[in-house]
């Protein structure tokens, strides 16, 4: 961990940036009190993107798909738990 003052940090502000990108730890302090860390951001990770379609032919849905739920399965799916109302 490298600690500096607000001084040091204002004339080596580069040389801190370089450091906390390597994963460094950069700790400025006011006088001998730690004010603020300067740590490397991480990049964002984005989930892949969606591609439309990219089932067809793989997945097949018959008419029964789209039939009501039987009302044990139905009850299930509502929260309304497993016995009978």
Known sequence: MTTVTVHEAKTHLSRLIAAA??????????GNKPAVRIVRVEPEVKPP???FGILKGVVAFDDAFFDPLPEDELRLWEGRGDEPE
């Open 49 to 51: 993107q969606r591609q």
């Open 21 to 30: 990108e390597r994963g460094e730890e950069v700790v400025i302090a006011r």
